[in-house]
Structures are given as structure tokens and as C-alpha cells.
């Protein structure tokens, strides 16, 4: 009883936790904000008031999205190293994220005017992403077991980035610098009038995974024995697929490519928690992988005025070493 | 219980043709025959995983061919030889995962549920391991838990594939012993496939036994003779 | 007016005639201490130096980061140049010399605005050579060319030694490194004793100045000076010019006041977007965001439309190549259409030769 009573307590940590460091990633920018004035910003917007417009525009949206991308990709990579049942997979394994970078990748350099509109690198990276998520769900379908679908997966992602190079080449250089600067990935391009939508489909795909809480947990003891234990492995597969193209083409279409949260995080969440109930990892992966990002990019705006460290370099710098670290105790 | 009905096992061709046979509950049968002979493809065929070629499977009297692949679990439980290698994953917690097809849709266990658990982990004599780690057992209390968690699904049916194969002397005894007592105390049929034909016989088991060649089994009540056994599994 | 002028200036090479016949002053004397022609004397860039030696000059670069010469190498008057330009600036320049006939090589076509240039190209007398990363040291020892120019940028030029050997004059060019407007425009004297043209640079090189001194005087009196921000976002940090760099001199020199003017250093000075806007909300116009339309501006940078500046912006990207190969050689120019962006009220300013104002 001890362990599960750890347990219920370590959650609500984490659920106070992520509220204070949401307060203070508002308050880690270069610019002084007072809070009262986040809570102004929102109720009596004075639109010449530059704190507000900073605090509305700059501050909000991209706390809410360090939350929401970090919590995304969490769940994201815990869904995908469940399906495989391998720590090591990350959201990015199914090669959904490639099909995001080569619709963007269109958008920017091919100047098809209905993907270079103002919507446009959002849209081609959900369009990509939905694309590539059916691409897979039908091989999922097709193929017995998990590992025929992990090769695919990767080799349709290796077959996407020649292509992206591909198309690099024979870019002009604008085109090229702006393409490199989508895919260095950023949490600070997204509008406060983003942020509903973005919000709805972030809850969707999370409320999605209450249906495959029973699933996951069988899951881990491999896709046959599931199978024996009355788990209908093709659907589950589908609903995992599924829910992971969502996030993770969500989170892609916005801020670009993260690295390591999805794969560090479920990872980081089982060590603590010492469980393998998915209701608790879902739920603690996505509350730590908010709180993760948000300390990151806290730390950033720390640095600001002394070094600018782009995102996805500081959660490969903190996300790698973890990694190995977690690949070294398997072994041991 | 389990009977054949003109039943063919194989891949591709038949390996194996059982006219008739019927394995009663109460009973532990030991499944043997040489390398290839299909103990696994059998095993396989009848949870499902491997098709029938032709004839019949009935779980008492249901068709194995109305049975869809997910219900399969409501008929037999199926212990594999390999424990599968998990973090993090309490004796207790692996063993309600047996209940599964008796829960709901999030899998929530009811008081029933944990009285199942509880007296299967009993069963098995693991009382005491029931708050550990599996990644913290040892081969011999891992196969234990496994067992358990058959134990815990609640099916008339049981197949084990090898289970003694990675257990030491001592285990492999222990584990034929408590099958036999689970077996008659629960009223199961449980059917396991060995390759230890010495041990196999002292348990006093029913054997079935795989020709190769005449690609047809041949049932061996107790008391076994190990020379007839050696006959029609080498011959 | 600057049409005038150009054909004033090609009245000036005209009445010069073919300048390889004009009797240069060291073919002319046996005097080896003549002096250079005053107006040689470098005035206002720092990245080069002269001196006139026994039948030519002894050119030195100064590599702007250390200080010291970085190369340095003599120009004779019976040396016919044939020459790889992989610099944009330069062969603007040597066009307005009229002197494109001397380029075997450029960079890539479609970076060429010159209508000499892209002649000869199409008539195969010219070849593509890439930039430096992808540059073939086969193609160019292959070439006709014994010069090759290229924006210096501290390292040496790939395979600098092996062409060395075979007899190039490999030159690093460090205009994009001036810091004064006129010091950018005044390397034109180098092209001049590159191309056997001195006097005609010379002459250029003074009109320039005095074109832009005549223009700076148009806003010497001018009431209120707009505000301005230049540079955009690229990824998460915005660029903008330091105190000491080109544009904020050429801005300060428009008339326009513009932020980060006290901020030292003469290359960029990093903002994130936050600071931006605290510093700009209500900075009347922004120039040089570095790309042509709205739409592409708001990719980089959704927070862009929130700056007062968003209706009132100004870029040279509509036609760049222009920009790069006249900018250098021309700054009164890019002086004029600043004037005029933020002073419309001043008559003497023209229409805007590179700019352009962006508005969807």
C-alpha cells in the first residue's frame, strides 16, 4: 500500500508543481511584468500598454505552449515505446513528424500559392502529419507484428528527409534559411489566437488515451500474450497511431521539431513512479513533460542576455545524456 | 475440456492429425516428442495462433472456429517459456493482469478481481513475493508468477509451453506438483509440453505423445513406460 | 536626376577614351618616387591600403577582424586580369567601370543583375562557379582566369595554396566589412587599379562623395526625425544593426532616429522578440526586414504585425541583386531612398531606386 500511496502524493506534487512554474516561466522574460498585469493583459487589454502586449501576445502563448508541447510529446513517446515496448522509441519513430517536414518543406520552397498563404506552414504540417499517420495505419493494419511496423516507419522517415534534402538543394537561399529556421524548432511563434484550437486538440488526444489505459497495461508484456489476454491488437494499434499522429503533428505544425522529451520524459516518469499502471504514467508524463519543458526554456530566457541556446538544443543537451544513461541500466 | 475432431496441425502441411481425442479436466497431460515434432505448432493451434488445416477443436462443445481470436482468452490461459523482461512491474500487478478478460473497458479490478489474484498467487505458493519486483526474481519464481497469472484468468483450460525448460531440478519438480494439485483442486485441464521425458514421467501424468513420422499422437496413461515413450516419439 | 549623372559619368569615360591607351604616369616617367595621384589615397575604408610602386601598386588587405594585412600583392599595368568575381559588390563595380569584359567567372547566374554580365554569360563567356563551400579548384585551374576575388571571411580561400602556385592572385574583399558608407564605396579604386581604370574610379569615387554629401544636407534642417528599426526575426532572436555598422550610420545620415544607435559594435546586436516590442511598439519604420512580402515576413515572425512599423515597412529584397551589386558602389543612392522613406516632405529627395514599400 505504501507504494501506491507514494504515488497519489508524488501526482499531486507534480499537480502544484506545474502552476508555479508556469507562474515563472510568465516571469522569466528579459522585460519586467508584474503579475498582476499577465491577469490585466487578458481582462482590461490596453492594447498601447507594451507590458500587455507583451505579456498577451509574447508571454502567454508561449508558456501555454511549452505546457502543451511537452505534455503532447510525452504522451506521445509513452504511447510509442508502449506499442513497441522498447524505452528507447520516441514520438517520432512512426516517421509521422517527417510527413510534417515535407509539407513544410513544400510550403516554403516550391511556392504553391495555396500552401505559402499566411496559414500555410501550420496547415502543410497537419496536412503532413494526417497524411503520413494514414500512410501508417494502413501498413499497421497489413502487418502481424510491431517490429515490421517500426522498420517502416523508419525507413519512411529516412525516405522523407532525402527528399527534404532533396528539395533543399535546388532552393534559393532565402527559402533554405527559412526552412532551417522552421526546423530548429521554436516555442515562441504561436499567437494567443491559436491557442484555443491548439488547446482543443491537445485534450482531445489526451482524453483519447482513457480508452487504451486497459490495453497499455497489458501491452507491456508483449503484443502475443495481449493478444491471449483478449486485447484486440489491431484496433489498439490504431488508436495508438492515431492519437500519437494528432500530438505529435500538433506539436510539429507549431513550434517544429522538439527532441528528446518525448523519448526522456515516459522514461524519467517510470523511474520515479516505479509503475507500469498507464493511468498514472499517462497522466505524470504529461504533467512532468509540461513542467520539463517549461524549466527549460525558464533556464533560456534566463541565459538570454548572455547566450541565446535555441530550444531543441537544450533539450538535446539534457535529453542525450539521460538517454544514455537509461540505455546503460538496461544493460546493466 | 478439450476435444479433436479429425483435427490437422501444421503450417503449410499437416505435421499432425489427431482422429479423436478428448482431455479431460482434472487432468495434467504432458505433451512430448522430438524437436519438430509440433509441440509448439499444436500449442499454437489451439490458442489460435496458428490455423487449423482442417477438422475441428471443441472447448467444451464450442467450435474453435466460432470463437473469435480475442475470446480466446474466456476458453484457455497460455503461459509461455520465456517471461517477458518489465520494469517496474509488481508480482500482484502481473498476475491481476490475468483478469483482464474479465474486467471492463478501463480495466478497473473489482473486489472479486483481487480475490482472484490474491488466491491464485496463493496457489502458487508466492505469497511472499507478491510486493516484489519480477525483474527482481529469479527464472524459477518468475515461471511461479506466470503460472499465477494463468491461474488468475480463471479458464477451465491451461497450456504451458516448456515450462520447466530454464528451471533447476528442484523447481521443475515443484512446478509439475503444483500443477497436479491445481489441476484437481480447480477442476482444470492443463496441458504441458516438456522435453524432459525422466521428470515428465515420475509426475504420474498422462502423456501425449507426437510420432514424427506417422504424424499421429498416441495417449500414454500412468504408469509410463520411458522405452514405449522413447518408441514412438524416436522411431 | 541619378540618370543624368550616370551619363555624365559615361560622358567623363568617353571623353577618356580606351583607357589602356592613356599614357598611365609610371609608363610615362622614369621617376619611381612619383607620387600616387592624391585622389588615390584611401580616405575612408579601412580594409584596404595603397601604394604606387615602379610600374603599378602594391595593394595591402587588412583583414577587419585582426588588424593586421592579410594579403597583400602588386597590380603591374601590363597585366591583363582575367578574373573569377565571386563577390556581388565587386561586380557591380566592375560594371559601373565598364570593365566586365575582364570576368571569366562569377558565383551564380541567377544572383547576377548586371545586363553585361548576364550577356556574356549567355554568350558562354562566362562560367559558374558556386560559392566558396562548393567551389572545384578542377574548373578553375581548367579556366582562362589568374584572379579570383571573394568576400573575405577570415579563412583562407580553399586551396589557396595549390592556385597560388599555378600563378592566381587570389584577393579577399572586405568591403561588406566597411562601416562607413563612403568607406564601402571607395573600394572602387581598388577595381580602378584592378582593371587599369584609376582615373575613371577616382572620378567616380568623387562624385559619389560629393553626391552624398549633398544629399546628407537635405535633411540637415529637418524638424522631427522619424523613429526606426531595421533587421527582422530569424528563428527566435531578431538581428539588428550595432551603433558603429553601415546602416545605422546610413540611417543616422537619413535623418532617421533609430534605437540601438548607442549600442557598440559594428556588427548585429541580438534582441528577442519581447525586447523589441518594448523597444519598438511605437517605432514609426522599419526597414530591411530581409524579405519581400508580408506573408513570408509573418512566417518567421507571427508577433511581427504588433509593431506600429508593420504598415510602414521598407525592403530592397523585390529586386536584391540590384541591391547587392549597385548598394556598395553607390551609397548616395541607398542614402536618397532613405531620405526619402523617412522624409517625404523633402522635395529634393527622388523616387526610391531600391526600396520598396511592402504591402501585402
Known amino acids: 500500500m505504501k507504494a501506491e500511496l507514494r504515488n497519489k502524493v508524488l501526482l499531486l506534487a507534480v499537480v502544484c508543481a506545474l502552476p508555479a512554474f508556469a507562474l515563472l516561466h510568465l516571469l522569466a522574460g528579459q522585460v519586467d511584468i508584474q503579475p498582476g498585469e499577465f491577469y490585466d493583459s487578458l481582462v482590461n487589454f490596453n492594447p498601447k500598454n507594451t507590458n500587455h502586449l507583451i505579456a498577451r501576445e509574447i508571454r502567454i502563448p508561449r508558456m501555454t505552449m511549452s505546457i502543451i508541447a511537452g505534455g503532447a510529446l510525452s504522451i506521445a513517446g509513452l504511447l510509442m515505446q508502449n506499442l513497441f515496448n522498447n524505452p528507447l522509441a520516441g514520438p517520432y519513430v512512426l516517421g509521422i513528424n517527417s510527413g510534417s517536414s515535407l509539407f513544410v518543406a513544400f510550403s516554403f520552397m516550391t511556392g504553391i500559392p495555396l500552401l505559402t498563404s499566411d496559414m500555410g506552414t501550420i496547415t502543410s504540417a497537419l496536412i503532413g502529419a494526417f497524411l503520413f499517420g494514414l500512410i501508417i495505419m494502413s501498413f499497421s493494419y497489413l502487418v502481424k507484428s510491431h517490429i515490421s511496423l517500426l522498420l517502416i516507419g523508419l525507413m519512411l522517415g529516412s525516405f522523407t528527409s532525402a527528399l527534404v534534402y532533396i528539395l533543399q538543394s535546388v532552393s534559393t537561399a532565402e527559402e533554405l534559411k527559412a526552412f532551417t529556421m522552421w526546423a530548429m524548432g521554436s516555442l515562441q511563434h504561436v499567437e494567443l489566437s491559436q491557442l484555443p484550437l491548439i488547446i482543443t486538440l491537445f485534450v482531445l488526444g489526451s482524453l483519447g488515451t482513457l480508452f487504451i489505459v486497459k490495453p497499455m497495461n497489458i501491452l507491456v508484456i508483449g503484443e502475443q500474450n495481449a493478444k491471449l489476454l483478449g486485447i484486440n491488437i489491431r484496433t489498439v494499434r490504431l488508436i495508438i497511431i492515431s492519437i500519437t499522429a494528432l500530438l505529435t503533428g500538433l506539436i510539429t505544425a507549431y513550434c517544429g521539431p522538439i527532441a528528446f522529451v518525448g523519448l526522456a520524459i515516459p522514461n524519467l516518469v517510470r523511474i520515479i513512479f516505479k509503475t507500469q499502471h498507464h493511468g498514472t504514467l499517462l497522466l505524470a508524463s504529461a504533467l512532468i513533460g509540461g513542467i520539463f519543458l517549461l524549466s527549460c526554456d525558464i533556464i533560456i530566457q534566463v541565459l538570454e542576455e548572455y547566450i541565446h541556446i535555441p530550444i531543441n538544443a537544450f533539450t538535446s543537451l539534457v535529453g542525450a545524456p539521460f538517454v544514455v544513461f537509461i540505455v546503460l541500466k538496461r544493460l546493466a | 475440456m478439450i476435444e479433436f475432431n479429425n483435427a490437422h496441425i501444421g503450417y503449410n502441411e499437416t505435421i499432425i492429425s489427431i482422429e479423436s481425442l478428448i482431455l479431460k479436466k482434472s487432468n495434467v497431460y504432458i505433451l512430448a516428442g522430438r524437436n519438430g515434432a509440433g509441440k509448439s505448432t499444436l500449442l499454437k493451434t489451439i490458442t489460435k495462433q496458428e490455423k487449423l488445416l482442417n477438422g475441428d477443436i471443441l472447448f467444451n462443445g464450442i467450435s474453435i472456429s466460432n470463437i473469435r481470436e480475442n475470446n480466446v482468452a474466456k476458453h484457455l490461459a497460455f503461459v509461455q517459456s520465456t517471461f ?13 493482469l490475468g483478469r483482464a478478460p474479465h474486467t471492463n473497458a478501463l480495466g478497473r479490478l473489482h473486489q472479486l478481481d483481487i480475490e482472484k489474484t490474491k488466491k491464485a498467487i496463493k496457489a502458487l505458493e508466492i505469497d511472499h513475493l507478491s510486493e516484489k519486483f ?28 516448456e515450462p520447466t525448460a530454464f528451471l533447476d531440478y528442484a523447481n521443475k519438480i515443484k512446478v509439475l506438483n503444483l500443477l497436479k494439485k491445481i489441476a ?14 525422466d521428470l515428465s514421467i515420475e509426475s504420474h501424468c498422462t502423456f501425449i505423445v507426437i510420432s514424427r513420422n506417422e504424424k499421429k499422437i498416441h495417449l500414454l496413461k500412468a504408469p509410463i513406460n520411458k522405452t514405449e515413450v522413447l518408441k514412438i516419439a524416436f522411431s | 536626376m541619378r540618370f543624368h549623372y550616370i551619363i555624365g559619368i559615361l560622358l567623363i569615360l568617353s571623353g577618356c577614351g580606351d583607357n589602356s591607351q592613356l599614357d598611365h604616369p609610371a609608363s610615362n616617367s622614369d621617376n619611381i618616387e612619383e607620387n600616387i595621384p592624391e585622389e588615390l589615397i584611401v580616405e575612408y575604408a579601412e580594409n584596404f591600403q595603397l601604394q604606387r610602386i615602379d610600374q603599378g601598386y602594391l595593394i595591402e588587405i587588412i583583414n577587419p577582424n585582426t588588424g593586421k594585412i592579410e594579403k597583400s600583392f602588386k597590380v603591374r599595368n601590363d597585366e591583363p586580369k582575367r578574373i573569377i568575381s565571386l563577390t556581388a559588390t565587386l561586380n557591380g563595380m566592375l560594371s ?19 545586363p553585361e554580365i548576364r550577356k556574356r554569360f549567355k554568350q558562354g563567356k562566362i562560367t559558374e562557379y558556386g560559392d566558396e563551400t562548393t567551389y572545384s579548384i578542377e574548373k578553375t585551374i581548367s579556366s582562362q582566369a589568374n584572379t579570383i576575388l571573394y568576400s573575405g571571411f577570415g579563412d583562407e580561400f580553399p586551396n589557396h595554396k595549390k592556385l597560388e ?40 569615387f568623387e562624385n559619389v562623395k560629393a553626391q552624398y554629401r549633398e544629399t546628407q544636407n537635405l535633411v540637415r534642417n529637418t524638424n522631427s526625425d ?22 545605422a550610420k546610413m540611417i543616422s545620415d537619413a535623418g532617421g532616429i533609430y534605437k540601438y544607435k ?29 524579405l519581400g512580402t508580408k506573408r513570408q515576413i509573418g512566417k518567421m515572425n507571427p508577433h511581427a504585425r504588433h509593431l506600429k512599423a508593420y504598415n510602414n515597412l521598407y525592403c530592397y529584397s523585390t529586386n536584391m541583386n540590384l541591391f547587392w551589386e549597385r548598394s556598395a558602389a553607390e551609397p548616395h543612392l541607398v542614402l536618397s531612398d532613405l531620405i526619402h522613406i523617412f522624409h517625404p516632405e523633402i522635395a529634393g529627395a527622388n523616387e526610391l531606386f531600391f526600396y520598396e514599400k511592402i504591402t501585402e
Open chain 3, 226 to 247: 522619424p523613429t526606426v528599426i531595421s533587421g527582422n526575426l530569424i528563428g527566435d532572436i531578431w538581428y539588428a544593426p550595432a551603433g558603429d555598422s553601415y546602416m
Open chain 2, 84 to 96: 517477458p523482461k518489465i520494469d517496474f512491474m509488481k508480482v500482484k500487478d502481473f498476475v491481476s
Open chain 3, 262 to 290: 548607442d549600442i557598440q559594435g559594428t556588427g548585429s546586436v541580438e534582441r528577442s522578440i519581447e525586447q523589441i516590442l518594448k523597444d519598438n511598439h511605437e517605432t514609426d519604420i522599419w526597414i530591411n526586414p530581409g
Open chain 2, 134 to 161: 519480477t525483474s527482481e526474481l529469479s527464472d524459477g519464481e518468475r515461471q511461479m508468477v506466470a503460472i499465477a497469472k494463468a491461474i488468475a484468468q480463471e479458464t477451465d483450460i491451461v497450456l504451458l509451453d
Open chain 2, 184 to 197: 484437481s483442486e480447480m477442476n482444470k485441464c492443463i496441458i504441458l509440453s516438456s522435453h524432459d521425458i
Open chain 3, 96 to 114: 559601373i567601370l565598364n570593365s566586365t569584359e575582364l570576368i571569366v567567372g562569377i558565383s551564380d547566374i541567377n544572383y547576377i543583375h548586371s
Open chain 3, 165 to 204: 602556385k599555378i600563378g592566381f592572385l587570389i584577393i579577399p574583399i572586405y568591403d561588406w566589412r566597411e562601416n562607413d558608407p563612403l568607406g564601402k564605396a571607395e573600394w572602387i579604386k581598388l577595381v580602378g587599379i584592378l582593371t587599369g581604370k584609376e582615373q575613371e574610379a577616382i572620378a567616380l
